[in-house]
């Protein structure tokens, strides 16, 4: 991976200086993929919709960054995906980048990462794939049955595509490709994960191999961060801004919808903690202001509930947090063109993964071998 320009812009601020090293020394340990095999493999991927928000974040990919020092990691910008709703190609072009950017920026090494649509064999695969996916599991797939209901909430005429309803055999395809031996998932996204299992068992089982490993699920902690404005339910873009706040949105922005959030709704009757504050206290403890959440925790239960001194707290905490990432942020923005070219050799180091697996599946499936 070359550097050379990064350390440059690094080396003008300490920290900076320190963290490319540090990269610079995982890249030489980590950087071959058949050199980790000691380390068990995870995939996890991310669908290019929008800029990170805290919810993401915290529910992904801080734990992608802590997960990287103990597995050997596939961490994926999956666009295909992002194709199975209605979309604009110019907009799906500059969000594959710009999250693959981010994502660096996060914390994530860039050797880790790969963009989906740059590595075709997972297309080739997901059809190989389809013919161990029965039509009964696919109809099954309540992902499916919301994201029809949601189009069609939207727009009557709204067109479901045939990958809207395949798209779990893609899914399927993006880990077994590598060979994953656990994906980090929450309670709610088994369903998917269990398809995966399924279909390597049953090519396993009728093509008599025992060629796939049914890929296990890695419960990490996930925080689930609710609206600010709406604390019945989850952060999420979809809602509308004031709903969410992004890792890369300017401070004042990020002030004034903490200052706005929803606290006690005059529910109950006041001896419980609302989900409003307690939305509040949650985001203050994972932006890792561990004290300050001990302090005011303290004084709430003690009867001391003044809220505006808490969000400001919230706030102070958030800020530092984004803050870090948005000066990261604009150092690779400095260098976007070399930032992009490291993306798309990783994107082709982590490709010869998968050749290798599509080479040896499509020999077990009786089709004729692949001169690359």
């Not at 979309?87 to 710009?98: G, P, Q, V």
């Not at 999250?99 to 190989?128: K, M, R, Y």
């Not at 409003?276 to 001990?294: Q, R, T, Y």
Request: proline share 3%.
């Amino acid at each position: 991976m070359r550097l050379s320009k990064l350390q440059k812009s690094y080396s003008k601020n300490t920290n900076y200086n320190q963290n490319i090293n540090a990269m610079s020394t995982k890249t030489k340990k980590t950087s071959s993929k058949e050199g980790t095999e000691t380390k068990k493999r995870i995939l996890s991927c991310i669908q290019p919709t929008g800029d990170i928000h805290l919810g993401n974040y915290f529910g992904a990919v801080q734990n992608w960054v802590k997960l990287q020092e103990d597995y050997q990691c596939f961490y994926g910008v999956v666009d295909y995906h992002a194709m199975t709703m209605p979309y604009k190609a110019k907009e799906l072009h500059d969000r594959t980048l710009n999250l693959s950017i981010d994502l660096i920026a996060c914390g994530v090494d860039v050797n880790n990462l790969f963009i989906q649509s740059l590595i075709p064999e997972h297309t080739e695969l997901t059809w190989i794939l389809s013919n161990f996916t029965s039509y009964g599991e696919l109809s099954r797939m309540t992902q499916f049955k919301d994201k029809s209901q949601q189009l069609g909430d939207t727009d009557k005429d709204a067109f479901v595509s045939a990958g809207l309803f395949s798209y779990p055999v893609l899914q399927a395809a993006d880990i077994l490709i590598y060979k994953a031996q656990l994906v980090p998932v929450g309670k709610d996204q088994e369903q998917h994960l269990e398809l995966s299992r399924n279909i390597a068992v049953r090519f396993n089982k009728r093509l008599k191999t025992r060629y796939f490993y049914p890929p296990k699920p890695l419960f990490t902690e996930i925080k689930k961060l609710l609206s600010l404005a709406d604390p019945t339910k989850k952060m999420s873009k979809s809602l509308g801004e004031k709903h969410y706040i992004a890792m890369l949105e300017p401070e004042k922005s990020i002030r004034k919808k903490i200052r706005s959030a929803v606290t006690d709704t005059g529910d109950g009757d006041g001896t419980e903690m609302s989900a409003g504050v307690k939305n509040l206290f949650e985001l203050m403890k994972a932006s890792g202001a561990v004290e300050a959440h001990k302090h005011y925790l303290e004084l709430y239960n003690n009867g001391n509930r003044r809220y505006g001194d808490l969000k400001n707290a919230v706030a102070d905490a958030v800020v530092n947090l984004t803050n870090d990432v948005q000066n990261r942020k604009t150092v690779l923005e400095a260098n976007r063109e070399e930032v992009i070219e490291q993306i798309y050799a990783s994107s082709a180091n982590v490709r010869k993964v998968a050749q290798q697996t599509l080479m040896e599946v499509r020999e077990i499936a009786g089709l004729p071998k692949l001169k690359y």
